[in-house]
């Protein structure tokens, strides 16, 4: 087997004095999406900030594409390909939409030819039609739909190998929610891998490949998404229980 | 709809009863100290085109705060420093015996460039030796960190210049006697409209900059959301450092132009980096505009409060608003009453 575009060997994070996580281990293949579910506070956005580099682990080893990038800070993983949609979508709220998407390509900005940065920009404005009509608005103005899809589609411009997702799905009405995720599953053909963390288990579960379930800074379960759909603790405690068909979350 | 709402909101703040009455009470304070001295209205107005002058440098500097402030949340108390050195570097460079047999207008300008690229290598220099180590340090540090720093320039200084005043020409005559414009009754120095000019240009410059350039959007971007910044692969540090060198550049800028209208000094810096950061502050110490116009307005109130009373008591007026401000409206004069601006 090709080794592992992510390869995350036991590492242990602290957020503020608090372990936040204990010798996490996963890896992610290449054209994967892997989902982390499991409740709050269980470490999820933390293992998205140590991979992204927010928050280097204190132990521990993180290999991205065959390269030891554990204490690599973010601005220059962001070069390797390793893109992070951070925890309330942490946009450039005074600044338009356009500057937004331009600035997700400023690592690339220089070496890039203008007409390669208009055709990825036509790109984003394809998977969001939404972010074209208010391409000169501030992102701070836009609803939380849009600035969900502005935050992914800045990420998009960078060019992404991995993508880190945390909570797509957070204060989105179910229906945009559906839209956006078909969007992040279309992202897998254009060679993008994912990591998609939720607490929204059953559209993560939908659309993912595989999954690994979090509890208080502990992998406690991993697997194929389609086993873990079925399994009984996840639903019991993921999934709302006996209720399969209606999500829990809005 | 909302934008027009808030800005409605913020001018009925600006202009809550409180503050009209404490204006009308300074007009007829004002006033009435003139009264005394028998000042029409030219005088007045002649008053506030002299305080009008100093207030462009106040902004420059208050500019070169508000870019600091901004993009690294260091408030930089040797701001004033770099007025200094601009100048001094400025008039030195043009003394120079090499120069000597230069054309007096292109060596004032090689001098001026010159000076202005080497204060902002003091600026890169400050910034990697003092404020990038002490980078997650509190606010209170890197305020005790700048404040030495600008006493151990003023140091080096007064070591090479000495405490002697030094002169630079004019820049309109190229000599010591400088040109003076008379309009109606009012006076106004050759050297003033190179103030203006050179200030307007560079904020028009420094606009095109932060608005239409990749750069000027990474450093606003640094300002905005600095996690986010680092996650688009904008470097907070290289940023940092492109900030102290146009703050330094600003700054040197505004030494050298005021250099002919002023007797430049060892220890001028002290009071112009107080000043510009009182201009700041009146502007919210975010926001650039806002600075400019603090800077302007403080330039005009201190000279009609020096002018109606005694000439030694410009700074007395300065520290007035400062407290004034603080007190009742830390957010600046077009802030938002009552509330503190996050850090």
């Not at chain 1, 994967?32 to 499991?38: N, P």
């Not at chain 1, 891998?193 to 379960?221: H, K």
């Not at chain 2, 006493?151 to 630079?168: D, K, S």
Request: proline share 4%.
């Amino acid at each position: 087997m090709a080794q592992p575009i992510l390869d995350i060997q036991a590492i242990t994070t602290c957020y503020g004095a608090i372990e936040a996580l204990h010798e996490v281990s996963l890896h992610v293949e290449t054209g994967e999406i892997v989902a982390l579910i499991g409740a709050n506070g269980a470490g999820k956005s933390t293992l998205l900030n140590s991979i992204s580099g927010l928050n280097p682990p204190r132990q521990g080893r993180i290999v991205f594409d065959g390269r030891d990038v554990t204490h690599l800070p973010p601005e220059e993983k962001v070069r390797l390909g390793v893109s992070h949609v951070p925890e309330h979508r942490q946009l450039f709220s005074t600044m338009t939409v356009w500057e937004n998407l331009m600035l997700g390509a400023y690592h690339r900005y220089r070496k890039t030819p203008k007409h390669q940065l208009d055709a990825d920009l036509q790109r984003v404005f394809r998977l969001f039609p939404r972010l074209e009509e208010r391409i000169s608005q501030l992102a701070g103005t836009l609803s939380g739909g849009e600035q969900q899809m502005l935050a992914i589609g800045r990420a998009l411009m960078a060019q992404p190998r991995l993508l880190l997702l945390d909570e797509p799905s957070l204060g989105l009405a179910p229906l945009l929610v559906k839209e956006l995720f078909q969007v992040i599953a279309s992202l897998r053909d254009q060679d993008v891998t994912i990591v998609l963390v939720e607490q929204n288990a059953r559209v993560a579960l939908d659309i993912a490949d595989r999954a690994y379930v979090l509890e208080t800074g502990r992998i406690v379960l991993e697997g194929m998404a389609a086993t873990l759909r079925t399994d009984p603790r996840i639903r019991a405690a993921y999934l709302g229980g006996h209720m399969p068909e209606t999500s829990k979350q809005t | 709809m909302k934008q027009w709402v808030k800005r409605k909101d913020r001018i009925a703040a600006f202009l809550s009863w409180r503050v009209i009455l404490m204006l009308i009470l300074t007009a007829s304070l004002v006033l009435l100290l003139g009264a005394r001295k028998n000042f029409g209205w030219q005088q007045y107005v002649q008053l506030t085109l002299d305080g009008l002058r100093g207030g462009t440098i106040y902004a420059l500097i208050a500019l070169g705060f508000v870019t600091i402030y901004n993009i690294t949340g260091v408030i930089n108390f040797a701001q004033g420093a770099f007025a200094m050195l601009g100048a001094l570097l400025a008039i030195t460079i043009d003394d120079w015996a090499l120069l000597a047999a230069w054309p007096p207008a292109a060596r004032l300008f090689v001098a001026s460039l010159v000076a202005i690229v080497l204060t902002m290598l003091v600026g890169i220099l400050i910034e990697r030796l003092t404020i990038a180590p002490a980078r997650d340090a509190e606010p209170l540090t890197h305020i005790i960190i700048t404040v030495g720093v600008y006493i151990v320039i003023q140091g080096i200084a007064l070591i090479i210049w000495g405490t002697q005043p030094y002169t630079l020409p004019a820049f309109t005559t190229l000599a010591q006697r400088d040109v003076t414009i008379r309009l109606g009754g009012l006076i106004i120095k050759g050297q003033s409209f190179w103030i203006w000019g050179t200030t307007l240009v560079s904020m028009v410059l420094l606009y095109w900059f932060f608005e239409h350039t990749m750069l000027g959007r990474a450093l606003r971007a640094c300002a905005v959301n600095r996690t986010a910044a680092r996650l688009m692969g904008i470097s907070p540090s290289r940023m940092s450092l492109f900030a102290f060198a146009l703050a330094a550049a600003l700054g040197a800028l505004g030494g050298i132009v005021l250099a002919p209208a002023t007797r430049p000094t060892y220890d001028m810096g002290l009071s112009l980096g107080l000043k510009g950061f009182v201009a700041a502050v009146m502007g919210g110490m975010t926001n650039p505009g806002a600075a400019v116009v603090g800077g302007l307005l403080l330039g005009s109130i201190e000279n009609i409060g020096a002018g109606v009373t005694r000439a030694g008591f410009k700074d007395i007026f300065s520290f007035i608003i400062l407290i004034w401000i603080l007190l009742f409206r830390p957010s600046g004069l077009f802030g938002r009453p009552h509330t503190v601006e996050k850090v």
